[in-house]
């Protein structure tokens, strides 16, 4: 387990050259890139920066427009476009996962993995494939072969996803975009856990993560990828996260401090008028919840996944319980935005302006230059790459998500409730957007923010830690920190064994 | 503007296939084009009322389909010519042909909405319980249409039906619905992904009852109309429930759902009315009319690939032998394809 496996190992997937150019976004200008048998290698980059699209190419899944893909040293994707049979035993897990959510967990096992099925007797033979692999990679995980995908949690799926890509006969690259965004801190450990095993066989792993301390933690090797191209490569040992950081080229996130503690002196949230107020809320998944939010406050919900968190959020946004208030209108700006968030036919500038075209409109009838401007000033606020009229699946999965938030800020909601809106977008972006949030705060606007990034909580005034449906801490102002929250959420059962993760 | 431009326009082909229906029919009978486009003109936009009804039930996404049309056509008619025959007005008739529409639409719209019953099994309920109030007031039934508002329909200034002007004109109205009010953006929005426009503050719930209640309420105005034009009868609307969901889709409107093309709906509807005509002409029966029909909704379907988004990710796949020199000035072609 110790032993990472050959650090040098022959040759598995090279990138020679690649370009690749969608609409008017080019996702790759030239990348070279060799994956090596036996190590993990680490990619990191900004969102936008092209991963995404090169992990499609490794994969086989698209045909690059210049250059070439060699696998085990034979050209197999050039501009003719590749060959699946050649890519066999390339095989990626999604960030946003490729499962068919109508189907179960084995079928969908069978979608991906069917010629290493038997034509009889498929179902068992996947059953059995697949909750052995998950007991291995997620012990606890707590899916049935039998489960029909939609029915999964975001963190289920992906488990599945990754057990999924992992299920083949001959497996020489295992690519992992994103891995962990859903995933607790347990099962992040248990997965590396895993790929240690992978690589000491020899099979090479391709790790995408914005998490660069765990890409240290597991590569061997780090790519940085800048503008579609490869722009530093190096080995991981050595390597401290301020390294990669300047390496990806981003001014390093830290929360200001003197911002913060200057916006908490003008009040310490007791004396604000009350936005929005959960009074001993229990139901499904909620447990006597107590919770408050004032007038022009972060109000932070932290916890590990699923702890409860959600369901306040649902609660607040659709306050039908007696024992919810809220006063004023509401925003959302959802996590999962393939799901709930992109409307996938519309321009930027129509899928930004969504929201606040009911308040601008006048008897039911818009108003298209209000709407311009108002869009204007949003997609330069936030520097949306591609502009207001590219079509909104043109842009990256950061600038997506940026027009998202911009659709709920752009309303003229007083409460704005984030359901984990920063999975996979890049610190530039993410930093802007923290501005953001204390800029609107800072105008009298609410904010309650779901995370399950602990450091984005430095940025609330007020932060509620969740575990098991409870509230089991209110961290304000200076209490508020990574360590505190981790220690909280923890609390009992897992204090020691936290250390380790980190 | 060029061909391209032009070509991608998914309204085009069916204005297409009715110039060559059109072309065919002349060929065949030897007679002026003129008059075949004024007869044309004046059954086709029976056929776009409740069309454009039709359009935006299926614009809210998919799922959305309302069978009750035929059977809205058919109750309309009778209690139109009825209402209209007992107070003597016209209108009153009319607007009692649409209020029995929106009627039946809202038992459409409480199972689906309150009950949770899927769309195609809700509107064929409530089709079920309009069919049947048809029957029993069919039997007896001794009123005649309104002979001025039959007169009106028959009205041809310069070969161009009045009726037709005045559906062009709330085309144009659906049209600016569509693109200038909130309801209509509203529901392109839950057509292309309700859960996404639930989380945007969109009543999702609303819209999508009022988008069944105007495709009633369109469906009785046809029935009012077609009653007065033809007579009440108790099949008056039975080819109405194919054809109004052809006519959409051969007109471009996505099945899917989040993209509407009301345009596309009159030149489907003319090339529906003008294929009639043709089929007549050779001198086919009804039922190999049907199959016809049938056969082209089919067909139109496979060359839409279930639509943009679905072809936009289909093109993603697709292999694209690409000229090695072609690298940044590509716009986009592969989002439409």
């Known amino acids: 387990m110790d032993n990472r496996g050959p650090r040098a190992g022959e040759p598995v997937v090279i990138a020679k050259g690649v370009t690749k150019t969608y609409g008017r976004t080019r996702a790759l200008t030239g990348v070279d890139l060799e994956v090596r048998a036996g190590e993990v290698l680490g990619l990191v980059g900004h969102n936008g920066a092209g991963k995404s699209t090169l992990m499609r190419v490794l994969a086989g899944l698209e045909a690059c427009d210049e250059g070439a893909v060699l696998v085990h040293g034979n050209e197999v994707s050039g501009a003719a476009g590749p060959r699946a049979e050649n890519f066999r035993a390339v095989r990626m897990a999604y960030q946003e996962t490729s499962l068919c959510p109508d189907l179960t967990v084995a079928e969908n096992i069978w979608v991906s993995s069917r010629h290493c099925l038997p034509r009889l007797g498929w179902r068992r033979a996947a059953s059995d494939a697949v909750r052995r692999r998950l007991d291995e990679m997620f012990p606890g995980h707590g899916v049935t072969p039998r489960d029909r995908v939609e029915d999964l949690s975001l963190a289920q799926r992906q488990m599945v996803e990754i057990t999924r890509a992992s299920l083949v006969d001959r497996l020489d690259l295992l690519i992992l975009d994103e891995p962990t965004e859903s995933l607790g801190p347990d099962a992040a450990r248990s997965l590396y856990d895993y790929v240690r095993t992978l690589t000491a066989a020899g099979t090479a792993v391709l790790l995408i993560s914005h998490r660069i301390r765990e890409v240290l933690s597991v590569a061997d090797r780090v790519a940085v990828l800048r503008d579609g191209a490869v722009t530093a490569e190096r080995f991981a040992e050595g390597l401290g996260e301020q390294d990669v950081l300047e390496l990806m080229g981003a001014h390093v996130a830290v929360p200001s401090d003197r911002e913060r503690t200057a916006a908490r002196a003008a009040g310490d949230g007791a004396d604000r008028p009350v936005v929005a107020e959960l009074r001993g809320a229990t139901g499904p998944g909620l447990r006597e919840v107590s919770l408050r939010v004032g007038a022009g406050e972060v109000v932070g919900l932290a916890g590990l996944a699923g702890q409860g968190q959600q369901e306040v959020l649902e609660r607040l946004w659709r306050p039908v319980r007696r024992d919810t208030t809220v006063v004023g209108t509401r925003a959302y700006v959802p996590g999962d935005r393939q799901r709930s968030g992109v409307l996938p036919l519309w321009s930027v500038a129509e899928n930004l302006i969504v929201t606040a075209m009911r308040g601008l409109a006048r008897q039911g009838l818009r108003r298209p230059a209000e709407e311009r401007a108002a869009v204007g000033d949003w997609v330069e606020r936030l520097a949306i790459r591609g502009g207001a009229d590219a079509g909104i699946t043109e842009l990256s999965g950061g600038n997506q998500q940026k027009v998202i938030v911009a659709r709920a800020f752009a309303s003229t909601a007083e409460l704005v409730l984030l359901d984990d809106p920063f999975r996979g977008v890049d610190v530039h972006t993410k930093t802007d957007l923290y501005g953001l949030i204390r800029q609107e705060a800072a105008q009298g606007r609410s904010v309650v923010w779901y995370s399950s990034e602990n450091a984005e909580m430095a940025h609330c005034d007020r932060v509620y830690v969740f575990r098991a449906g409870r509230v089991v801490a209110e961290l304000v102002g200076e209490e508020i920190s990574e360590e505190r929250i981790i220690a909280v959420s923890f609390a009992e059962s897992e204090s020691d064994g936290e250390q380790s993760n980190e | ?337």
């Open chain 2, 1 to 337: 503007m060029n061909i391209r431009a032009i070509v991608s326009r998914p309204w085009i082909w069916g204005f297409a296939a009715a110039v060559l229906v059109w072309a065919i029919i002349m060929a065949i009978s030897g007679q002026g084009g003129g008059q075949t486009v004024s007869l044309a003109l004046s059954l086709a936009p029976y056929l776009v009322v409740v069309g454009l009804g039709q359009m935006l039930v299926i614009t809210a996404g998919p799922g959305n389909i309302d069978v009750s049309v035929a059977s809205i056509i058919s109750l309309a008619g009778f209690v139109s010519v009825g209402v209209a025959a007992s107070t003597g007005s016209a209108t009153v008739g009319i607007l009692a042909g649409i209020g029995v529409g929106v009627l039946v639409a809202t038992i459409s719209t409480v199972a689906i909405l309150g009950l949770s019953v899927p769309p195609i099994i809700a509107t064929l309920a409530a089709g079920l319980v309009a069919s049947s109030v048809t029957l029993s007031l069919a039997n007896g039934f001794t009123a005649v249409p309104d002979p001025g508002l039959r007169q009106l329909l028959n009205v041809r200034p310069a070969g161009i039906p009045v009726l037709a002007v005045a559906v062009a004109a709330l085309t144009g109205l659906v049209i600016v619905l569509l693109r200038r009010t909130v309801y209509g953006r509203s529901l392109l929005a839950v057509g292309q992904n309700r859960r996404a426009a639930e989380r945007a503050g969109i009543p999702v719930a609303r819209v999508i009852a009022t988008t069944y209640l105007v495709s009633g309420a369109l469906a009785g105005l046809t029935g009012a109309l077609l009653a007065a034009y033809i007579a009440p009868s108790a099949d008056l609307g039975t080819r109405y429930l194919l054809d109004s969901v052809a006519v959409v889709v051969i007109g471009g409107t996505l099945i899917s759902g989040g993209r509407a093309v009301p345009v596309g709906v009159w030149g489907a509807g003319l090339f529906f009315i003008l294929l009639d005509g043709l089929v007549n002409l050779v001198g086919w029966s009804t039922a190999a009319q049907n199959l016809l029909k049938g056969g082209l909704v089919l067909f139109v379907l496979f060359l839409a690939g279930g639509g943009d988004r679905a072809g936009g990710t289909a093109s993603r796949f697709r292999r694209r032998p690409r000229p090695a020199a072609a690298t940044t000035t590509t716009t986009g072609d592969n989002t439409h394809g």
